[in-house]
Nanobody
Framework: QVQLVESGGGLVQAGGSLRLSCAAS????????MGWFRQAPGKEREFVAA????????YYTDSAKGRFTISRDNAKNTVYLQMNSLKPEDTAVYYCAAGLIYSDFVNRMKYAYWGQGTQVTVSS
């Protein structure tokens, strides 16, 4: 089993920045791809960004491109999501996910492990 714990969420004004972290523990493996998803009230959980196990492949949803940056530190079993130029529509619970994935990183069904989520609220 792998446990994922997100942190770094909070309340920020539009245009501000937040850095989310996701710490993995348990039977961790540097071979896991890591992803960030988010879910706003009344909406389905959607893909935000993903990074392959060796950081060789990085993907973003269109709305995150140019504003968000995903990175990972395998020595610390931690993945990060730097979010800049935040907008009210970025308001959601952000979830970290992990899985042995080598393709189709945007598909949430591919991820075996999920964190509990961290709330991000962007005020206008």
């Amino acid at each position: 089993q792998v446990q994922l714990v997100e942190s770094g969420g909070g309340l920020v004004q539009a245009g501000g920045s937040l850095r989310l972290s996701c710490a993995a523990s348990g039977r961790t493996s540097s071979r896991y791809a890591m992803g960030w998803f988010r879910q706003a009230p009344g909406k389905e959980r959607e893909f935000v960004a993903a990074i392959s196990w060796n950081s060789g492949f990085i993907y973003y949803t269109d709305s995150a491109k140019g504003r968000f940056t995903i990175s990972r530190d395998n020595a610390k079993n931690t993945v990060y999501l730097q979010m800049n130029s935040l907008k009210p529509e970025d308001t959601a619970v952000y979830y970290c996910a992990a899985g042995l994935i080598y393709s189709d990183f945007v598909n949430r069904m591919k991820y075996a492990y999920w964190g509990q989520g961290t709330q991000v609220t962007v005020s206008s």
